[in-house]
């Protein structure tokens, strides 16, 4: 699904919305979870999942066209983790 597929979505299921409003309502949710995230937080949606970052070490690659090592600087990655509803109801629709 994409974003336009969201706002259309919630557009349909609540008529009193505007699909102005609603993209405006998506992107004001989107922008919140990344601004928690830089600010390093965590965001837990009950019966959905959480998001959150992990923390990747730095390392030493390695340059598969030339065999030289590099070395890769540590960084951060966002992390989604389902929440056990949202497993569940996957698990049974894919049955």
Do not use: C, W
Request: aromatic letters at 6%.
């Amino acid at each position: 699904m994409t974003r336009a597929n969201l706002i259309a979505a919630l557009a349909a299921r609540f008529p009193s919305l505007t699909t102005q409003d609603a993209a405006v309502s998506v992107k004001e949710i989107l922008d919140a979870i990344g601004h928690a995230l830089v600010q390093g937080g965590r965001v837990e949606i009950r019966g959905f999942g959480s998001f959150g970052l992990n923390h990747r070490p730095p390392r030493i690659g390695r340059n598969p066209k030339t065999g030289e090592t590099v070395p890769v600087p540590g960084k951060y990655a966002t992390h989604f983790k389902a929440g056990k509803d949202l497993r569940k109801r996957v698990d049974q629709s894919m049955r």
